[in-house]
């Protein structure tokens, strides 16, 4: 399988890119790399050099939260932190729009997963600009200033944001979950139609489903705005959820492997009394 060609390394159109790729016995193979990315995490916790920040995105219904359950499923519950950010609280409004992501970065040796990530600033309060003005930004009094130039800005700053991680040992991944309008009318359907799943389904996604286009214009630009070597992002087809966990789990055991994570070896004094030490213990 080519990895590469679901990497945005120049500049994209969305409509290039494919929302269904069906692999061949996607479940039995995640299931195996599950072990691998398992015993990957052990030894990079064991390294202590690096942590790893998992950013996902897509459009409602676009499975993340399934996926994230799936991917890790075989990985040490205290090597992964999932944070799922919503609505701003009054204290997160308080700061500026990178500081609630920042306290919830992961430590070195862990695996980081934002759902819905620092991007919902300039994804959602693109899409409706109004949010912004919670955010009580100096010289923000209208709608009008918040043009297009305020949030290549704000991309700018997530990109040193970024890079600063990067630098200091984070390994940055993101992955935008490319689903069709058709597939997603589909899952909302189900949705109503599966008493035990109507929990899931919201009015809202309803309102925000209108505005598909402007979602996928903004998408678009900050998929190519802010893609870069250091913190790269992946277009994932999400139709066929399966093959979408798959790849994505291809994808990160991939990278993760360039790193060539290696445990620490004991010190010599205490490596050549091993003997000793099991003596003692079964003489007990």
């Known amino acids: 399988m080519n990895l590469e060609k679901y990497k945005v390394s120049t500049s994209i159109k969305l409509k290039n890119f494919d929302t269904k790729e069906v692999l061949e016995e996607a479940k039995k193979k995640l299931k195996k790399l599950r072990k691998k990315l398992s015993e990957t995490q052990d030894t990079m916790y064991a390294e202590g050099k690096y942590s790893v920040l998992i950013c996902l995105q897509g459009m409602d219904t676009s499975g993340k ?44 040796g862990k695996i980081g997963v934002f759902n819905r990530t620092h991007y919902e600033n300039v994804l959602v309060t693109r ?38 991680l990067a630098k200091n040992g984070t390994i940055v991944l993101k992955f935008f979950l490319n689903l069709s309008k058709d597939e997603q009318k589909n899952r909302l359907l189900r949705r109503l139609n599966i008493p035990e799943k109507n929990w899931k389904f919201s009015v809202g996604d309803l309102k925000e489903r209108k505005l598909w286009d402007k979602y996928q214009f903004c998408y678009e630009d900050l998929l190519n705005s802010t893609s870069k070597e ?3 992002w992946f277009i994932i087809p999400a139709d066929d959820k399966d093959s979408a966990r798959y790849i994505l789990a291809e994808i990160l055991q991939k990278e993760l492997d360039k790193y060539d994570f290696k445990a620490p070896e004991l010190p010599e004094k205490v490596a050549v009394r091993i003997d000793e030490f099991k003596e003692q213990l079964n003489n007990e």
């Open 127 to 164: 899409v409706h600009p109004e949010y912004v003005f919670g955010e009580n930004i100096p010289n923000i009094k209208e709608i009008e200033d918040l043009d297009d130039a305020f949030y290549h800005d704000r991309m700018e700053r997530i990109n040193d944001f970024e890079s600063h």
């Open 65 to 108: 939260d399934s996926l994230i359950r799936e991917v890790f499923k075989d990985v040490n519950a205290r090597g992964v932190e999932v944070h799922s950010f919503k609505v701003p609280t009054e204290l997160e409004l308080k700061h500026d729009f990178l500081w609630r992501h920042y306290i919830a970065l992961p430590a070195k």
């Open 230 to 232: 250091n913190a790269p």
